[in-house]
């Protein structure tokens, strides 16, 4: 018997950079990163997050604010993995 291959979405990898600073500082850092997308461009995992020197993130909370300083995400790191969950417009 044969068995029907998998339905799993198609995940695209995207690449860029932008700014963090931890929730209670003020302190913004340049960071780079690559997430994987599905097909309806809804982000779906994290590859890595890394500040531009290569230096480590410690676990925490963060904003990341996008290259062109449009939009801000709320991302964690907490025991070495990132997650995502809210979005919101930064003014």
């Given at each position: 018997m044969v068995r029907p291959a998998k339905k799993e979405p198609l995940l695209r990898p995207f690449k860029g950079s932008g700014r963090m600073h931890e929730r209670d500082s003020d302190a913004w850092?340049?960071?780079e990163f690559m997430t994987y997308h599905d097909?309806?461009?809804k982000l779906q995992c994290f590859a890595y997050v890394r500040k531009d020197d290569g230096g480590d993130i410690p676990d925490g909370h963060y904003v990341?604010?996008?290259?062109?300083?449009?939009?801000?995400?709320?991302?964690?790191k907490w025991k070495g993995k990132?997650?995502?969950?809210?979005?919101?417009r930064g003014d």
């Amino acid at each position: 018997m044969v068995r029907p291959a998998k339905k799993e979405p198609l995940l695209r990898p995207f690449k860029g950079s932008g700014r963090m600073h931890e929730r209670d500082s003020d302190a913004w850092f340049p960071v780079e990163f690559m997430t994987y997308h599905d097909e309806l461009g809804k982000l779906q995992c994290f590859a890595y997050v890394r500040k531009d020197d290569g230096g480590d993130i410690p676990d925490g909370h963060y904003v990341f604010l996008d290259e062109l300083g449009e939009r801000s995400f709320r991302w964690r790191k907490w025991k070495g993995k990132w997650q995502f969950g809210w979005r919101y417009r930064g003014d």
